[in-house]
């Protein structure tokens, strides 16, 4: 069925910068829809990017302007460079796969935490 | 996008039935997917295209959509039940996938 692997997390202080990977096994991510997907201390999911097999990306009104996806057809992986890091975007970082539009996220890695503190 | 709605937190008894509603305006419209996550771990899909069960998942669990609500059920509840359950669906207007708020299931 396929495995995902984050790695990247770490302390951070506000206004820095982070890059997030997302290694991916049993598939090949440039076929599906890959996903990160957040989720703060004590609080719900919340999804944060895709970047679809066709390579257009997408993101939550939260994280726009500041966070990019991408993904290395050549490594199979995903990867979410995190800029002008806030509080807020203190969480576990998961990445997830959908095989297709409107799909369910099928596998998901184990998440990778990330906290931005002074 | 969409804003999908539940209820913070459901109770029940052993060997009970537990409802998990999922609100949001025309959701009937859209395809519903539910997930559990218990403490420490990543989500699993339990429920996808608002009713059916993917491999390994009991048939305790299942799923239906009414008008605009979708429910996810839990039949003979039993204490590893215990987790947070979230809706998803893909909004198509914005390109962007929504989760609900989640419900933490305590089995009483």
């Known amino acids: 069925e396929g495995q995902l692997v984050e790695s990247g997390g770490g302390l951070m202080q506000p206004g820095g910068s982070l890059r997030l990977s997302c290694a991916v096994s049993?598939?090949?991510?440039?076929?599906?829809?890959m996903s990160w997907v957040r989720q703060a201390p004590g609080k719900g999911l919340e999804w944060v990017s895709v970047?679809?097999?066709?390579?257009?990306?997408y993101y939550a009104d939260s994280v726009k302007g500041r966070f990019t996806i991408s993904r290395d057809n050549s490594r199979n992986t995903l990867h979410l460079q995190m800029n002008s890091l806030r509080a807020q975007d203190t969480a576990v970082y998961y990445c997830?796969?959908?095989?297709?539009?409107?799909?369910?996220?099928?596998?998901w890695g184990q998440g990778t935490m990330v906290t931005v503190s002074s | 996008s969409d804003v999908l709605t539940q209820p913070p937190s459901v109770s029940v008894a052993p060997g009970k039935t537990a409802r998990f509603t999922c609100g949001g305006n025309?959701?009937?419209?859209?395809?519903v997917h539910w997930y559990q996550q218990k403490p420490g771990q990543a989500p699993v899909l339990v429920i996808y295209?608002?009713?059916d069960r993917p491999s390994g998942i009991p048939e305790r669990f299942s799923g239906s959509i009414s008008g605009n609500t979708a429910t996810l059920t839990i039949s003979r509840v039993e204490a590893g039940d215990e987790a947070d359950y979230y809706c998803?669906?893909?909004?198509?207007?914005?390109?962007?996938?929504?989760f609900g708020g989640g419900t933490k299931l305590t089995v009483l």
């Open positions: 025309n959701i009937g419209s859209k395809s």
């Open positions: 997830a796969r959908a095989e297709s539009l409107a799909d369910p996220f099928d596998v």
């Open positions: 049993g598939f090949i991510a440039s076929r599906n829809y």
């Open positions: 998803q669906v893909w909004d198509s207007s914005s390109d962007h996938w929504v």
């Open positions: 970047i679809y097999s066709g390579g257009s990306t």
């Open positions: 295209y608002d009713s």
